[in-house]
């Protein structure tokens, strides 16, 4: 089972700030915190990972709360072309455990 | 700097029947994994490949195999092909650093009917 709550969907005006949650309250102390989005027909993009200090970079912002069990995804100035599934996902960063346990995401829908 | 590329992109086959899906990896990277996709649902781990061994598997049968050849790419094999097999197959590699992000494909669609 995942280990990531998400709301299933959400919608986000053209040009505001889409904040996407995820809950994951189980999260041990090397667990990093992934985040991808997958757009219909295509497979999932890569946006941002961390492990406790917020992130940024060309795509995205990840804030991730101090007691680490729960993170947000920030899109700064959201266009329709964000619109997709994202997907939220904790995986160790220590060798032993490779596979990623996709939940079923939020769908983000950004309206013109 | 060509991404994660798998062939072929589409592919229809008949219940009981084999089929083998190729993947090449993002360049730089060493590690390949693959994930099976259903509709609307999130992808599942199949397996993960590294210096052409399988590393870790999934809750798949031993009818879904792989390989990883010594440049890296990798094929998917599926044996005795059944109707819930239809889905998305995603390839994704990843250099073997232990927080390095899989990078994905755009997968195969296989339909068995």
């Known amino acids: 089972d995942a280990k990531t709550t998400q709301p299933p969907s959400m919608d986000c005006a053209e040009g505001r700030a889409a904040n996407l949650p995820c809950n994951h309250s189980?999260?041990?102390?090397?667990?990093?915190v992934y985040w991808y989005r997958q757009i219909h027909s295509q497979g999932p993009q890569y946006i941002i990972h961390?492990?406790?200090n917020n992130e940024t970079n060309e795509m995205a912002s990840l804030i991730i709360t101090e007691d680490r069990k729960s993170s947000t995804l920030i899109l700064p100035h959201a266009t329709l072309r964000d619109t997709a599934v994202y997907y939220c996902?904790?995986?160790?960063?220590?060798?032993?455990?490779?596979?990623?346990?996709f939940g079923t995401g939020t769908r983000l829908k950004v309206l013109a | 700097d060509a991404g994660v590329t798998q062939s072929p992109t589409h592919l229809i086959k008949t219940r009981g029947q084999q089929v083998t899906l190729r993947c090449s990896p993002k360049s730089g990277h060493d590690t390949v994994s693959w994930y099976q996709q259903a509709l609307g649902q999130g992808p599942q781990f199949i397996f993960q490949y590294y210096e052409e061994e399988e590393r870790q598997r999934g809750n798949f049968p031993d009818r879904f195999s792989g390989h990883q050849f010594p440049n890296y790419s990798s094929e998917l094999n599926v044996n005795a092909l059944l109707l819930g097999d239809s889905a998305l197959y995603l390839c994704a590699s990843s250099w073997t650093g232990a927080n390095s992000p899989l990078h994905f494909g755009n997968g195969t669609r296989l339909t068995v009917t």
């Open positions: 189980t999260i041990s102390g090397n667990e990093y």
């Open positions: 961390g492990l406790k």
């Open positions: 996902i904790v995986r160790p960063s220590s060798s032993g455990t490779y596979k990623y346990i």
